[in-house]
């Protein structure tokens, strides 16, 4: 049986009678003398009016409970409350509780502390090796851009991890992004490093002792660099790349890097939008090497939006090809590549115009391609145009005609091709008889030879 004590704290006699008659037991003890519904009815209470009076009209002891840390009785706020204190009698008081409470802060305040000591010390920042825009691969320089211009930088160098960029302008394909950070990271000679600003869960720990690893996606960067301020070192790297972009020229190994880098940029929104319309009709394929060597396959002729002309087409077929039965839906599925293949092949062979398709909305454009496209090879679109017909700006050339001042450098059968800076009209010849385009000095341009 279960003993209350009431200590009122209202001095009118209706709601201390409202009180009596909630928390009165029955005869037996056990159950309840009135439902809560009757007490209200009977005292002319709403439901809130009585919630309100039973948490601040007064308290509900019960000596019969104490609290195993102080020994004061047990306080019930409820009629479900008090069930459960007198089922479970190692449950603290509300003091007790607020001191346990503070005393787990304070705990875990101090290994916050400790494990951001911990980092500060195993990852330090460093104030040497400025990075030399000349002396960066395309892509690190691209993914650099990316990575600092984020507005979040702005306050203390700071990136913001690769996993949480915004659904609607992811830092680079879902399926590169892992790759592309981890190139970054150890990209020679070094540009980044992890800033001990980062999360503590980006770090690895053993025995909370950082081990030295760090977890691609969520940790922070900050950039390698002799300015002590770190926005500022990141506000001096856009600056040059922005003029390098903009003006040019470009370092030499760029020219034969761009077409690698939008290839692997294209395929990746291929492979995005194949996944995208496949799961549209309810279908799913796990993308192999087979996949990607059909996509990249068709993009070597095609424009991205061409290819999204044929993944659709390919699609809706492979669809209904599952409702007319006979197959399952990984069957229906998997033949969806030999029909992007096979239209590919058609339309190359036969000459046939395709319509290029825009990129959906639904299938954002990263920010590493956004750079890449608009940025530096100044093109508008990255589905309009196959990067075979794609030449990189003119700016991308020095003022002698060379692709860079170091171009001498190069073995001479991987030399670029040194234009004239002025031709005269004897210069230029026809246009190519392949593709079209003006060359100088030959008849067939260097990209239809490769072809």
Not at 82 to 101: D, G, H, K, P, V
Not at 270 to 287: F, G, I, T, V
Request: hydrophobic share 40%.
């Amino acid at each position: 049986m279960t003993t209350i004590e009431l200590e009122f704290f209202s001095e009118n006699p209706d709601e201390i009678a409202a009180l009596r008659a909630y928390w009165q037991l029955a005869d037996d003890g056990e159950a309840w003398a009135q439902t809560v519904a009757e007490v209200r009815h009977q005292h002319g209470l709403s439901s809130v009016q009585m919630t309100r009076l039973v948490r601040e009209g007064a308290d509900a002891r019960l000596p019969d409970v104490a609290c195993p840390q102080c020994g004061d009785a047990a306080v019930a706020t409820s009629r479900t409350n008090l069930t459960e204190l007198a089922r479970l009698t190692n449950i603290l008081c509300a003091s007790c509780t607020n001191l346990a409470q503070a005393e787990q802060a304070r705990l875990a305040t101090e290994r916050a502390d400790a494990q951001r000591n911990a980092i500060a010390q195993l990852f330090p920042v460093h104030h040497t090796n400025t990075p030399d825009p000349q002396q960066m691969t395309l892509f690190t320089a691209v993914a650099l851009h990316t990575l600092f211009s984020d507005p979040a930088v702005e306050d203390e160098g700071m990136t913001t991890p690769t996993k949480i960029w915004p659904k609607d302008r992811p830092w680079a394909p879902a399926r590169l992004r892992t790759d592309y950070e981890r190139r970054l990271v150890l990209s020679d000679p070094p540009v980044i490093r992890a800033h001990p600003g980062s999360h503590p869960n980006a770090f690895a720990w053993e025995s909370d002792n950082p081990t030295g690893s760090i977890y691609l996606g969520d940790v922070s960067y900050y950039l390698l660099g002799a300015e002590s301020s770190l926005p500022a070192r990141s506000v001096w790297l856009l600056r040059e790349l922005n003029r390098i972009f903009r003006e040019g020229p470009w370092p030499a190994a760029w020219h034969h890097q761009w077409k690698d880098l939008w290839d692997e940029l294209a395929l990746a929104q291929a492979s995005a939008y194949l996944d995208m319309k496949l799961a549209e009709h309810h279908l799913d394929m796990k993308q192999g090497d087979g996949t990607l060597t059909a996509l990249s396959d068709a993009l070597a002729t095609f424009s991205l939006g061409q290819v999204f002309n044929f993944i659709y087409r390919a699609t809706k077929d492979s669809a209904a090809y599952y409702q007319r039965g006979g197959v399952n839906k990984r069957q229906a599925a998997n033949s969806t590549v030999g029909r992007i293949s096979a239209a590919a092949d058609r339309a190359r062979a036969n000459g046939w115009e395709i319509k290029p398709f825009s990129m959906p909305w639904t299938l954002p454009m990263t920010a590493v391609g956004e750079i890449l496209v608009g940025k530096v090879m100044w093109q508008p679109d990255m589905t309009q145009v196959a990067s075979r017909d794609i030449n990189p700006p003119l700016h991308a050339w020095t003022a002698s005609g060379s692709t860079a001042d170091s171009a001498a450098e190069w073995p001479s059968d991987e030399r670029p091709d040194e234009r004239p800076a002025c031709p005269s009209d004897d210069e230029i010849n026809d246009d190519c008889v392949g593709c079209g385009r003006q060359i100088y000095q030959a008849t067939v341009c260097e990209q239809c030879k490769l072809l």
